[in-house]
């Protein structure tokens, strides 16, 4: 396989590593595509079972949380289901709620959508932006010093580097994921109950 990569690399003028990287990158996206096609008839699938399981009046609430944890990818207790397919906007709505589930909860007893321990999180959203902002600065700063570093210290530097280069940049993203989490939580129930927000 390496010799026919070669080959084809020297017919074209082109590196046998760059032919390896291009085919390994179609490979991928050969990949994923199929993955969505998947996904999306998957999801047309668990659609209809919804639509049947509402047609048909079954009251069996075991049922309709398997099709909408199938649908959703996510569990989702009845309460939650009923709470939102009574609302003006059901798929919106539980959609958003699933984004920020771990700042809102749908009580059991009184069939209403609530902050957890009745605290709005935007404390949470400012810690979490301040976060992703210092991490993501500073994950900047490593990246545009990187040839400098590498410079002044070799290349026995580079793994170390690297690896917190990505761990900076990881925590900036988790840091982004959960402010965009609480935003929505916010905004969510600023759009059902609009008098209290």
Not at 68 to 90: D, G, V
Not at 166 to 192: D, H, P
Request: charged share 20%; proline share 3%.
């Amino acid at each position: 396989m390496s010799d026919l990569i070669e080959k084809f690399g020297a017919a074209l003028e082109i590196d046998g590593l760059w032919i390896a990287i291009i085919l390994l990158v179609l490979y991928l996206y050969q990949n994923y595509r199929k993955k969505l096609e998947e996904t999306d008839k998957g999801k047309l699938e668990t659609s209809s079972k919804i639509i049947e399981h509402f047609n048909s009046n079954c009251t069996n609430l075991y049922i309709r949380e398997l099709i909408f944890e199938n649908h959703f990818k996510k569990i989702i207790s009845h309460h939650e289901i009923s709470y939102f397919m009574a609302s003006r906007c059901p798929n919106l709505f539980l959609h958003r709620f699933l984004g920020s589930r771990r700042y809102l909860e749908v009580s059991a007893n009184s069939f209403n959508l609530n902050f957890k321990n009745n605290k709005p999180p935007k404390k949470s959203k400012i810690l979490y932006l301040a976060l992703y902002w210092v991490f993501g600065v500073a994950g900047m700063l490593m990246l545009f010093a990187t040839f400098n570093a590498f410079e002044q210290k070799g290349p026995a530097i580079f793994a170390p580097w690297i690896i917190v280069n990505f761990t900076l940049f990881g925590l900036a993203f988790m840091g982004l994921v959960e402010s965009i989490s609480a935003s929505i939580a916010i905004g969510l129930m600023a759009e059902i109950y609009p008098e209290h927000s």
